[in-house]
Every structure is written in structure tokens, then in C-alpha cells.
């Protein structure tokens, strides 16, 4: 129970420790008691567009979307660690891109997606597994914590109606 009332906050909280801003629209993931606010609702939609419009399963987008949340929450940062970026926080200096390809969500996704499709057997190996062998992580367990997130958000995507900023 503490580890999930950690995510709920985690995921509400602004990446400075501040509170989102009283005009940010915070909307809860559906069977959850998550809250995301507008631009994590969108960060989220944008993983997944990029993994269906490429024809990949919803695995991927589970894998891709739990990835996300352990390296950023959802948040397109401009700072980590040593030259951490984005999303994925994936780093320039480790060819992923420029500073500002790894901070589009789509560039950063499709990267992301063009690793886990290069891993052997990623979509029948342990969620963990598979975000490890693309992120190379120095903590490769902590992805496994936030599939059942990912997957709660693949179904709320899935159903999202695209009129609203968030589900």
C-alpha cells in the first residue's frame, strides 16, 4: 500500500517537488487512483500513438509507457542525469539523438520502440527485462513496479475519446 499511495504522489507531484499549478487539470487513470495531469494525460497518448501507428502490440506500448513513468513520470524533463533528457531520459551523449530530438515525445518514443524491437523475445520476457535491455538502467527493477499503470493506461487510451485533454 505505501509503495502505491508513493506513485500516486510521485505521479502528482511536479519534478521540482512543487504541487502542479492550480490552473493544471489533474485527471485520475481509470481503475486507479492515479492522477496525471494534462501534459503527462498527453505525454502518455503521444507513447502510444507513436507504438500503434508503427504496428507494434499493446505489450509494446505497456513496456514503453512503464518505461516512462520510472524515468520521468510522464514528464518531458529537461535535466537528469548527466545529460538525461526527456521522456525516457534517454542521453545525447549515448547516441540516442540531439537535446532536442530526445525532448520530442515522438522522436524519444520511436526511439524507444526501435530498441525494444531489436531485443530478442521483448514481447514474451518480463517487462523489466525488455525496458532493461533498451534503457540500461542502473536500477533495471524498478520498471516492473509500474506495469500494472501501463497497463490500466492502455485501456484508458484505448477508450479515450480524443475530445478531452485527458481520461
Do not use: K
Not at 503521444?46 to 520510472?70: F, M, S
Not at 524519444?108 to 531485443?119: Q, S
Not at 514481447?123 to 540500461?136: C, G, I, N, S, Y
Amino acid at each position: 500500500m505505501t509503495l502505491g499511495v508513493a506513485l500516486v504522489l510521485g505521479l502528482a507531484w511536479q519534478a521540482d517537488g512543487s504541487e502542479p499549478a492550480p490552473t493544471t487539470r489533474v485527471c485520475t487513470v481509470p481503475s486507479t487512483s492515479v492522477t496525471l495531469g494534462e501534459a503527462q494525460w498527453a505525454n502518455a497518448r503521444t507513447i502510444a500513438q507513436v507504438g500503434y501507428d508503427r504496428g507494434l502490440p499493446e505489450r509494446a506500448v505497456v513496456i514503453a509507457l512503464a518505461t516512462a513513468v520510472q524515468e520521468s513520470t510522464l514528464r518531458n524533463l529537461d535535466h537528469g542525469d548527466r545529460d538525461s533528457l526527456g521522456l525516457f531520459q534517454q542521453r545525447p551523449s549515448q547516441g540516442w539523438g540531439t537535446p532536442e530530438q530526445v525532448q520530442d515525445p515522438v522522436y524519444a518514443a520511436g526511439r524507444f520502440y526501435d530498441g525494444l524491437v531489436r531485443v530478442p523475445g521483448w514481447d514474451t520476457m518480463r517487462l523489466t527485462d525488455a525496458a532493461q535491455a533498451v534503457q540500461r538502467s542502473g536500477f533495471p527493477e524498478l520498471y516492473q513496479q509500474h506495469e500494472p499503470l501501463a497497463t490500466a493506461l492502455v485501456t484508458a487510451l484505448r477508450s479515450d475519446d480524443r475530445t478531452r485533454d485527458c481520461g
